[in-house]
């Protein structure tokens, strides 16, 4: 199988599994697990943040996240495509009783303008309180795109004005970091708190943290526990994601150069409409109205090549460190061959 459905699908390599079995553990719940303890500490220093909470998934710190900003009722201010509103379940109705305002915008990007015009006047109490804004970097459904840090200060300045909370979706920030020569510490700076994956492009088989201020890390612990994401001995994750921040960051370039190969075959192909531009490792594209998407999707099926339908005719491709070059040449020459 050429597996192109999700970055998520990547397995852990012999040496991670071998730094997973070496690592030292211990109870995680009474905060005695080392690996774990090492793992916060190690990330919340890259990002220059106070502190980080390990949890078991990306919808999982970022439910946490939302939790810890709001009270039941307020208004979480994210775009329409965004993951916390369209892929978590209805988890922020569910777990913190807030309402959303989904905004558009480029390609997954909030724009300054558009959350500016977006806030409710906090003192009509017909209006719900605005009272947290979440930005998703690389952004998924509006296709690996990357925010350029005078978008992020432009937003940042609305927040800090009014009082709200800045929060990071940065389940593929690793990418992003990659693909524009950005750093941690630029986005440590600029939000109240930020989530990151460790289970996509960085190989783990688990594993997303949760960074911000000391208090509010105190905090999101509590809720952590309550959502049942408190692990025992889970040093043995934390250690594939120690191991992934080490050695994992950089190759993702090469997941960024699969995702050109890709998107070139894409263009150059007769049914395809249109491919959104390519900055990371996420492809989107849709086929023409009057070809068959069945017809595209067997001929992918018959060599074996897996990928996603995302809805309104967008189709995805992502590109991972499980699917090689030479596999990748396979799915070219297969877009080729498709008369
Ligand atoms: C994958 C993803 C998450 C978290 O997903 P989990 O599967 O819960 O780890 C969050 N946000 C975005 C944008 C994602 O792509």
Redesign the pocket.
């Known amino acids: 199988m050429i597996d192109l459905r999700s970055d998520?699908f990547t397995k852990p390599l012999p040496n991670m599994q071998k730094a997973m079995w070496a690592a030292e553990v211990g109870d995680d719940v009474f905060g005695e697990d080392p690996t774990i303890n090492k793992l916060e500490a190690k990330a919340a220093e890259m990002f220059g943040m106070e502190a980080a909470v390990f949890c078991p998934?990306?919808?999982?710190t970022?439910q946490i996240a939302i939790k810890t900003h709001t009270v039941p009722g307020q208004e979480v201010i994210c775009h329409e495509y965004?993951?916390?509103y369209n892929?978590?379940g209805g988890g922020i109705a569910f777990n913190s009783s807030c309402q959303v305002r989904p905004l558009a915008g480029p390609r997954g990007k909030l724009e300054p303008d558009t959350v500016a015009a977006a806030l409710q006047n906090p003192l009509d109490h017909h209006a719900a309180t605005s009272r947290l804004v979440v930005l998703?970097n690389t952004?998924?459904k509006g296709g690996g795109a990357c925010y350029d840090l005078e978008a992020i200060d432009g937003i940042r300045a609305i927040t800090q004005e009014k009082g709200l909370g800045l929060h990071l979706?940065g389940?593929?920030l690793w990418n992003a970091l990659i693909a524009t020569g950005q750093t941690p510490e630029d986005y440590g700076q600029r939000f109240d708190s930020i989530?990151v994956?460790l289970?996509?492009g960085l190989g783990c088989p688990v594993g997303?943290l949760l960074l911000g201020s000391k208090d509010f890390i105190h905090q999101a612990r509590f809720i952590r526990k309550k959502l049942g994401g408190a692990m025992r001995q889970a040093g043995y994750l934390a250690a594939a994601g120690i191991f992934a921040l080490d050695h994992h960051i950089e190759r993702l370039a090469e997941d960024h150069e699969k995702a050109q190969m890709l998107a070139k075959a894409l263009e150059e192909s007769p049914w395809i409409a249109k491919v959104e531009p390519v900055e990371t490792n996420i492809i989107i594209f849709n086929v023409k109205e009057d070809r068959s998407i069945e017809e595209f999707n067997n001929a992918l099926r018959s060599k074996g090549v897996l990928h996603i339908d995302m809805g309104q005719g967008k189709q995805r491709f992502v590109s991972h460190h499980d699917v090689s070059f030479e596999q990748i040449q396979t799915v070219v020459e297969t877009l080729k061959n498709l008369a």
Do not use: L, P, Q, W
Not at 57 to 60: A, E, H, I, L, P
């Open positions: 998520t998934s990306g919808t999982m970022n965004s993951h916390v892929y978590e998703e952004t998924n979706d389940a593929r989530s994956c289970s996509k997303s």
